[in-house]
Every structure is written in C-alpha cells, then in structure tokens.
C-alpha cells in the first residue's frame, strides 16, 4: 500500500496535469488518456500514432520537399479548429497558401498565423504582413535573423498559453543553419509547455529536436501518374509514406496516405 504522502503527491500532480511529466506515472501507448492526445483526424495516421499528437509535449513532422508534411500540418490544424480549439502557426518564411489552408478546412478565424520574411536574402526577415522595404541584409545575417525572430515569437505564444496547438515552419531553412540552432533551445521549449494541453510541433526537412514524449514523423511522397503516353499524364494524387518514432514504444512499419490532387 503506498504511503499516504505519495498519494496526495500523485493527486496534487493529476489535478495540475504535471503527471503526465513523470516516467514513472507514463500509461502504456496504448492505454493514453485520449485527452491528452491530438488527433488528426486521418484514421490511418491516426490508428499508427494511437490516438493522435501527445499535448504538453515537442513532436516533428520531418521531410523533404513535396513529401507531404504541410498536407498533414493543415490537416492537423483543419482538425482542432474544427473542435472548436485555437491554433497558431510561425510561418518563417512567410510560405503558408492561403487558398491551401481554406482548402484544408482551416477555419482561419481560430488561426493566429505570425509570418516571417519573404525569403533568406531576397528581402526582409522581419515579421510582419510582407518585407521590409530597406534594401536586403546579407544572405547569412538575414537567414540567422528570420530564424532567431521566429524562435522568439514561439516562445511568445506558448508563453501566452490557450493554443491547442503551436505550430513553427522551419521547413525552408537550409539544413546546416537548422543545425546551428543550440540543441538547448528545444529544451527550453518543452519546459514551457509541459502538463499544458499544448502540442508543439516542428516542420523541418529533416529530424530536429523532440521531447522525450513527443513524436517524430518522417515523411515521405510519391507521386501516383495515370495516362496513355510519355506526353499525356494526368497526377490522379499523392501517396504520403508516414514512418513514426515514438520514445515509448516502437512502432514498426509505415502508413500510406492517398492525398489527391483537385
């Protein structure tokens, strides 16, 4: 029979939702408080994760280019803001589509969308509704400024708390200035969003930083071509292949997603 201090310790950290936080009190993957997971709603990437996102806790969705990780971000937002709950993104340069998002079913009046520069030496890296008008800054101190403004703002956002989930688009930004980043900085984030019902989650081109709870999803998509010749091809959609490394649990296999293209 456990001691009855240890007993008003555990409820203490339930009622403050700090248990989640401790190793020692983690569920099985299998037995997770839905609660405490955010769901996609895509039963297949959903059924692979068990439930969706862990809250409270720094996730990726990592890939290259076209390999699908801003499909399953939209609908990651489209799915919370459809519950009703506020999302946020930090759009580092400044390459969110709107057109996409509405497509998505993003309901953009629950989206705080924070927007970088126009791009790493092409124009300004100050955040705001478009670039700077002074003249450009030097590739490298432009690039370094985006991305340490874009850091900033996240920590602003969780800072502020209320967002179901807070999300920062790194996915253009070089590899080895991704890199330079110091790996404090993602602990840094975890701390403030621990026993939240905040899930963080990084889109980059490669795996960056996770928490020891979170998720990583490396992503990557195939083209699907359909027609009678070399010159007469119709793109009939996207197969997304989704691989998932969890700290908890070994999840063997990949999950493919039809995407179709309009």
Same mark, same amino acid.
Do not use: Y
């Given at each position: 029979?456990?001691?009855?201090?240890?007993?008003?310790?555990?409820?203490?950290?339930?009622?403050?939702?700090?248990?989640?936080?401790?190793?020692?009190?983690?569920?099985?993957?299998?037995?997770?408080?839905?609660?405490?997971?955010?769901?996609?709603?895509?039963?297949?990437?959903?059924?692979?994760?068990?439930?969706?996102?862990?809250?409270?806790?720094?996730?990726?969705?990592?890939?290259?280019?076209?390999?699908?990780?801003?499909?399953?971000?939209?609908?990651?937002?489209?799915?919370?803001?459809?519950?009703?709950?506020?999302?946020?993104?930090?759009?580092?340069?400044?390459? #969110?589509?709107?057109? !996409?998002?509405? *497509?998505? @079913?993003? =309901?953009?009046? %629950? $989206? /705080?969308?924070?927007?970088?520069?126009?791009?790493?030496?092409?124009?300004?890296?100050?955040?705001?509704?478009?670039?700077?008008?002074?003249?450009?800054?030097?590739?490298?101190?432009?690039?370094?400024?985006?991305?340490?403004?874009?850091?900033?703002?996240?920590?602003?956002?969780?800072?502020?708390?209320?967002?179901?989930?807070?999300?920062?688009?790194?996915?253009?930004?070089?590899?080895?200035?991704?890199?330079?980043?110091?790996?404090?900085?993602?602990?840094?984030?975890?701390?403030?969003?621990?026993?939240?019902?905040?899930?963080?989650?990084?889109?980059?081109?490669?795996?960056?930083?996770?928490?020891?709870?979170?998720?990583?999803?490396? #992503?990557?998509?195939? !083209?699907?071509? *359909?027609? @009678?010749? =070399?010159?007469? %091809? $119709? /793109?009939?959609?996207?197969?997304?292949?989704?691989?998932?490394?969890?700290?908890?649990?070994?999840?063997?296999?990949?999950?493919?997603?039809?995407?179709?293209?309009?």
């Amino acid at each position: 029979m456990a001691h009855p201090a240890v007993a008003v310790l555990e409820s203490a950290l339930r009622a403050r939702k700090l248990d989640r936080t401790l190793t020692t009190t983690l569920p099985s993957w299998e037995w997770t408080d839905p609660a405490s997971l955010l769901p996609m709603d895509v039963p297949l990437v959903d059924a692979c994760l068990r439930g969706g996102l862990p809250r409270g806790h720094l996730s990726e969705l990592s890939g290259p280019c076209s390999s699908g990780r801003m499909t399953l971000l939209l609908q990651l937002m489209s799915a919370a803001t459809r519950r009703g709950e506020i999302v946020a993104l930090i759009d580092t340069c400044d390459r #969110l589509d709107v057109a !996409s998002a509405t *497509a998505a @079913g993003v =309901d953009l009046d %629950r $989206l /705080l969308w924070i927007r970088g520069g126009s791009g790493f030496g092409i124009g300004g890296s100050g955040f705001g509704p478009g670039p700077r008008a002074q003249s450009p800054e030097p590739r490298d101190q432009s690039s370094e400024t985006a991305i340490d403004r874009a850091l900033k703002a996240l920590n602003l956002v969780l800072q502020a708390g209320g967002f179901s989930l807070v999300a920062i688009d790194l996915a253009d930004v070089p590899p080895a200035r991704l890199r330079q980043i110091p790996f404090t900085t993602w602990p840094r984030v975890q701390r403030v969003i621990e026993g939240s019902d905040t899930a963080c989650v990084l889109l980059t081109p490669e795996p960056l930083a996770r928490s020891a709870g979170g998720l990583t999803l490396s #992503l990557a998509g195939r !083209s699907t071509w *359909a027609g @009678g010749s =070399d010159r007469s %091809r $119709l /793109l009939q959609g996207v197969d997304l292949r989704v691989r998932v490394v969890s700290p908890r649990k070994r999840i063997d296999g990949d999950v493919r997603v039809r995407a179709v293209v309009p």
